[in-house]
C-alpha cells in the first residue's frame, strides 16, 4: 500500500500466518457447535483478539458463525494494530476515573447500561448545531428532527433527537430544476455513438439524475461498452453467462467445498437492512443469495465475506429503480410482481457491476483483510496531521481507529448511511477517474471530521465508542452528501502530492 513503511510491512506479515481455520467475516470450519460459542478466559495473543476488536464490523451476534481458534503468533505481534488495540484497553493509564477498561476476561467493547444512559442524555442536551472548524474547515448543514425508531438496529444510522417515528428512505424519482437541467447534459453524452468516459464521469461526480442513474452506473462499472451500437449485444451476452454460471453451481447439488460459504450467504441475507421492507421479501432475498453465491465462487482469493452482502443494495435498488413507475413506492414495492425477465436482467446486472465494483478493492477481502487494515493506519495518519485535537482525544480515552473504521471500510460507510445517501455517494466513487479506493479515505477522513464537535464533548471511552457506532445520519439527504464528497475532494487535493501523511510511525 502507498506510503507504508517497510518495516511496518514486515510487522504485519509476520503477524497474518494463512492457515486452514477460520477467517473473520468469512463461513467458519464445521465443529462441535457448543466449542463454537467458548471463549478464552484470557486477552491470549491470538487471531481471536484482532476478530473480537473488530466485532463491530458486523451487526450484533454474526460472530456466533464466526469463530477464529487461537493461532500461534511470532514476537512482532505486540507491534501490530490488533495487539496494540488490545493493550490499549487492558492496561488504561488515562487519569479520568469515567473510563472503564474492558474486562480481561472477555476483551469486548463492554459498556455499561449506565454509561450507556449517560453518553445518551449529554447527546440529547446538544441542541445547537455544531459550528465549523478551523481545524478541517468542513462546515456542517442544519439536519431537521424528526422522530426516534422504537426498535434499536446496531450498526445501522440512528435516530436524531426528539424523534417519535422510523425515519423514512425517499427514493422518489421526481426531478427538481436544477435535476432536469443536468438531465438535459446528460441524455446527449449518452446518446452519443462514442461515449467519451471522462466528459460522464465529470458530469455524473455532483450526482445523478434518477432517470438516467441506471445506464450510468452500468457505464462507469465498465459493465457497458462506450460504444453505443454494441451495448445491446455485450448486455444479452453478460446476461446469459451470468444465469449459465447459476445453472452450474447454485441450481445443481452444491460441493461440499462450497456448503459453508452458502450457509453463511443464507444466514446473513435476512439480516440486511432490517429498516426497509423491500429486503425482507422471499423473491429479493432469493436473489441476493444466488448473486453472492456466485461472486464468492468466481472469487477464490477471499470468497464471500460479511459485509459484502450491503454492497450488492445500491446496485440493486438503482437497476429496479429503472424498471417501476415513477410514482411507485420503492420501499414497499412487490419485486415478485414483477415479469420474470425484469428480474432476471435486475439480477443480473447487479451481478456485474458489484463485480466491477469491488475489482478496485480486491484487497479488502483477501484472507484478513490487509486492504483495510494498511487504510485504517492510514487515516489514524491522516487525521493526526489533519486534526491533532481530535487524533490526541480518541487516543488518550483509549479509542483505537480499527474499532470504528473497520466497519466503514469494509462496509464503505453502507451502515452508517441510508441507502438513498448511499446510492448519491456511490455516483461519485463510480466517477472517480482513478478508482474510489483511495478517495475513500479521504471521506472516511471527512466523515469522522463532520462529528468533530460532539466527539471533543465526550469525555469517556464508551460515550466516544456509542457514539462512533451509532451515527445520527438517518436524516441526511444529498446535500449532505455533497458537502461530505466536496471536503473528501478538499483533503485529497491538498495532500495528495504530501504523502508523509499516509507514512506509518508516530511523530
Known amino acids: 500500500m502507498e506510503g507504508v513503511g517497510e518495516s511496518d510491512q514486515e510487522g504485519k506479515a509476520s503477524f497474518w500466518k494463512k492457515n486452514a481455520k477460520a477467517v473473520p467475516g468469512r463461513p467458519s470450519p464445521k465443529k462441535d457447535p457448543r466449542s463454537s460459542r467458548q471463549r478464552n ?3 491470549s495473543t491470538s487471531f481471536q483478539d484482532f476478530q473480537e476488536s473488530v466485532s463491530d464490523a458486523w451487526d450484533i451476534g454474526d460472530d456466533e458463525f464466526c469463530i477464529v481458534s487461537d493461532v500461534k503468533i511470532s514476537k512482532r505481534v505486540a507491534q501490530s494494530a490488533a495487539i496494540s488495540v488490545i493493550n490499549s484497553h487492558r492496561h488504561t493509564t488515562t487519569s479520568d476515573s469515567s473510563v472503564t477498561a474492558p474486562t480481561p476476561q472477555s476483551c469486548d467493547f463492554v459498556i455499561p447500561e449506565e454509561k450507556k ?3 445518551i442524555q449529554r447527546l440529547a ?3 445547537e448545531p455544531p459550528v465549523s472548524s478551523p481545524a478541517h474547515g468542513l462546515i456542517k448543514p442544519q439536519i431537521s428532527c424528526s422522530p426516534p425508531v422504537p426498535k434499536h438496529f446496531p450498526g445501522r444510522p440512528q435516530p436524531l433527537r426528539g424523534s417519535q417515528s422510523r425515519p423514512k428512505y425517499h427514493f422518489s424519482s421526481r426531478e427538481g430544476a436544477d435535476c432536469e437541467t443536468k438531465l438535459e447534459r446528460f441524455l446527449p453524452l449518452l446518446e452519443t455513438t462514442l461515449l467519451n468516459l471522462e466528459d460522464l464521469r465529470q458530469l455524473s461526480w455532483s450526482g445523478i439524475p434518477v432517470k438516467v442513474r441506471a445506464i450510468t452506473w452500468r457505464l462507469l462499472s465498465g459493465y457497458l461498452p462506450a460504444n453505443l451500437e454494441r451495448r445491446q449485444q455485450v448486455l444479452e451476452r453478460k446476461r446469459l453467462d451470468y444465469w449459465n454460471l447459476v445453472k452450474q453451481y447454485y441450481d445443481t447439488e452444491r460441493d461440499e467445498t462450497y456448503q459453508d460459504t452458502y450457509r453463511q450467504i443464507h444466514i446473513d441475507i435476512p439480516r440486511m437492512s ?3 421492507a423491500l429486503f425482507q421479501q422471499k423473491t429479493v432475498q432469493e436473489m441476493f443469495e ?16 460479511q459485509g459484502i452482502n450491503d454492497l450488492v443494495t445500491p446496485f440493486y435498488v438503482v437497476f429496479l429503480q429503472e424498471v417501476i413507475p415513477s410514482e411507485g413506492d420503492l420501499e414497499n414495492w412487490n419485486v415478485s410482481s414483477l415479469p420474470k425477465e425484469q428480474r432476471d436482467i435486475i439480477e443480473a446486472d447487479s451481478f456485474w457491476c458489484l463485480s466491477k465494483f469491488l475489482d478496485g478493492i480486491q484487497d479488502n477481502y483477501i484472507f484478513a483483510q490487509l486492504g483495510i487494515q494498511h487504510k485504517v493506519n ?3 495518519e491522516l487525521i493526526q496531521r489533519i486534526d491533532g485535537q481530535l487524533h490526541r482525544h480518541l487516543q488518550y480515552h483509549g479509542v483505537d481507529y480499527l474499532q470504528f473504521s473497520f466497519r466503514w471500510m469494509n462496509n464503505l460507510l453502507t451502515r452508517e448511511l441510508p441507502l438513498h445517501c448511499t446510492i448519491r455517494l456511490w455516483d461519485t466513487y463510480l466517477a472517480e477517474s482513478d478508482g474510489f479506493a483511495s478517495f475513500q479515505l479521504y471521506v472516511c477522513a471527512a466523515f469522522l471530521l463532520h462529528w468533530r464537535r460532539e466527539l471533543l464533548l465526550e469525555r469517556d471511552f464508551q460515550g466516544l465508542m456509542l457514539m462512533l457506532q451509532n451515527l445520527p445520519t438517518q436524516n441526511w439527504t444529498d446535500s449532505e452528501i455533497g458537502v461530505l464528497v466536496a471536503e473528501a475532494y478538499r483533503l485529497k487535493f491538498t495532500f495528495a502530492d504530501a504523502p508523509n501523511h499516509l507514512q506509518s510511525g508516530e511523530r
Open 41 to 43: 478466559s484470557s486477552c
Open 117 to 119: 444512559i449517560e453518553a
Open 125 to 127: 442536551s446538544q441542541r
Open 274 to 276: 432490517p429498516l426497509i
Open 290 to 305: 444466488r448473486i453472492l453465491f456466485i461472486w464468492a465462487i468466481r472469487h477464490p482469493a477471499s470468497g464471500y465475506v
Open 378 to 380: 492510514q487515516l489514524k
